[in-house]
C-alpha cells in the first residue's frame, strides 16, 4: 500500500495492468519496480457516485497512523450556473506535516475528477499546503475559481495553523452536557433542524450578543457547511473564548446520525 508501505489486499484492474507491464519489463532484462496501490476506486449507485483514494479512516486506525481530517460539502461547479450539485468530501491527513493520507467523495457530478486529482497529489507526496496552491480549470459549467480540492486544502490547513480548532461531528454527543453549543446559522435555518441543546445566534448579530455566552465556558459553534462557524469560531477566539468549530458543519453532523441511527434501526 503506497501510503503506508504495508502489505494490503486491494484487487484493482488498473494496478493489476501496471504490475502485468512490470513483469513483461522484466522478462525481457529492463529495470522496473511498482511504486505501490494507493486503492482509488470509484462506483456508481443509481444517480449518485462515491470515490476513494489512499488510507480511509478505519485503517489509518488500524495501522496506527497519527491522522487529521475534514469535511467540506462545495457544489461540483459554481453555483451560480444551472445544474450544480453538492458533493462531500473527507480529507485526510497527517497533523505533524500536513502530507495527504487518503480522501473519499460522494455526490453527483465532478466526484471522480476530484478522487483523481488527490490521487496525483498523493502519489506525489503533496501536503495540504500544495492543494491550496493547486490550479484547476475553471470555467463555471465546470467548477469553482475555488475548486472543491482548493477547498479542502484552505480547511485543513487552517486546521493545522490554528486558524480554527475544529471538532468532529462524532465527538459532539459526549460534549453536550459541558459545552455552550452555537448554532450561527438564520432562525430560519435553527428551526428546520439543529444540534440537541444548541442556541442559535445567527453570526451577523454575534458580535452584538456575545454577552449571552460564558466566557468561562467551551464553545462549539457550527452553521451549514463550516464557513459561518469558521467565522464566529475567528470572532470568538479573538475575544478570548475556547471555542471549535464543527467540521462540515450542521451537513455532516446530520449525515453522521442519520447513518448511526439506520445502522441501530437495521441491526434490530
Known amino acids: ?32 519496480s511498482y511504486r505501490g496501490t494507493q486503492g482509488t476506486a470509484v462506483v456508481g449507485v443509481f444517480d449518485m457516485t462515491a470515490a476513494m483514494t489512499g488510507l480511509s479512516e478505519k485503517v489509518l486506525q488500524r495501522f496506527g497512523i497519527d491522522y487529521e481530517k475534514v469535511y467540506v460539502h462545495p457544489s461540483d461547479h459554481a453555483s451560480y450556473y444551472p445544474g450544480a450539485t453538492k458533493m462531500t468530501l473527507k480529507l485526510l491527513f497527517s497533523p505533524a506535516d500536513g502530507k495527504i493520507l487518503g480522501a473519499q467523495a460522494c455526490g453527483g457530478n465532478g466526484v471522480d475528477k476530484r478522487i483523481d486529482v488527490l490521487a496525483m497529489a498523493i502519489q506525489a507526496g503533496m501536503t495540504v499546503f500544495d492543494l491550496e496552491e493547486s490550479e484547476l480549470c475553471y470555467a463555471p459549467q465546470y467548477g469553482s475559481a475555488k475548486d472543491p480540492v482548493n477547498m479542502a ?18 465527538e459532539v454527543p459526549s460534549l453536550i452536557d459541558q459545552t455552550q453549543i452555537v448554532d450561527v446559522r438564520t432562525a430560519a435555518e435553527f428551526a428546520g433542524g439543529s444540534i440537541p441543546g444548541a442556541i442559535n445566534i445567527p453570526l451577523e448579530s454575534l458580535r452584538q450578543r456575545i454577552g449571552e455566552l460564558d466566557r ?6 457550527y452553521c451549514a457547511v463550516g464557513q459561518r462557524g469558521y467565522m464566529a469560531t475567528r470572532l470568538l477566539l479573538q475575544n478570548d473564548f475556547q471555542v471549535r468549530n464543527l467540521s462540515g458543519g450542521f451537513t455532516t453532523w446530520n449525515q453522521v446520525h442519520s447513518e448511526a441511527s439506520l445502522a441501530k434501526s437495521l441491526c434490530k
Do not use: K, T, Y
Not at 495492468?17 to 532484462?29: L, M, P, S, T, Y
Not at 468561562?216 to 459553534?221: K, L, N, W
Open 1 to 32: 500500500e503506497f501510503v503506508s508501505g504495508q502489505a494490503v489486499q486491494i484487487p484493482l484492474a488498473g494496478p493489476a495492468n501496471r504490475q502485468g507491464r512490470i513483469a513483461a519489463d522484466h522478462i525481457f532484462g529492463r529495470s522496473a
Open 153 to 170: 486544502g484552505f480547511v485543513a490547513a487552517g486546521v493545522l495553523r490554528g486558524d480554527q480548532p475544529i471538532v468532529h461531528a462524532g
Open 216 to 221: 468561562s465556558a467551551p464553545v462549539i459553534a
